[in-house]
């Protein structure tokens, strides 16, 4: 038993680390973002619920009710490419504007940025700033806005397609090793 109570500990703290940077977790993407058993998971949501952890409605759960309120459709689109990569990551934040998620994999630090159409410009320059940049993961709504962003160090742009629950990768970095 102890060691079932250590692991959904560890789930707790993951779930938890998930929504200081999403807000809001549709419940079935869970298991794509963290290794728990559909059974377990449930336990756990029960468990964080009635300790005052999290709110949930229906398939979604968030820290406050505020947060289930304002549903982003840009924190979903985030969530789907980081579930892409968590598992090869070795640490993983919320990262400052204009980047959603920072994380390390596979040696390598990323960024996955959301970008908003019409914030081309916005965003644009905010990347400009920065020396070193991360590998980016660019989420864009359609692929006009690849030529309108024009940004360093992409690895790649991202279309994600909620209703089919898929993302689409264009221009992947090259990797010369």
Do not use: W
């Amino acid at each position: 038993m102890k060691g079932q109570a250590a692991h959904h500990q560890i789930h707790k703290i993951q779930i938890l680390q998930l929504l200081n940077i999403a807000g809001t977790l549709e419940v079935s993407r869970i298991d794509r973002l963290i290794d728990i058993k559909p059974g377990n998971m449930e336990t756990v949501l029960t468990q964080m619920q009635k300790a005052g952890k999290i709110v949930r409605s229906g398939n979604r759960i968030a820290l406050d009710r505020g947060a289930l309120e304002d549903i982003s459709p840009s924190s979903d689109a985030v969530m789907r490419v980081f579930s892409d990569f968590i598992h090869r990551s070795d640490y993983y934040t919320a990262g400052e504007y204009p980047a959603a998620v920072c994380f390390f994999a596979d040696g390598e630090e990323y960024e996955i940025i959301y970008a908003e159409p019409g914030q081309e410009n916005i965003i644009r320059k905010a990347l400009s700033q920065t020396e070193n940049p991360p590998l980016r993961l660019v989420i864009i709504r359609s692929v006009d806005q690849i030529e309108r962003l024009n940004i360093d160090n992409v690895a790649a742009y991202c279309m994600v397609d909620g209703e089919a629950d898929e993302v689409r990768y264009y221009k992947m970095k090259e990797r010369t090793t």
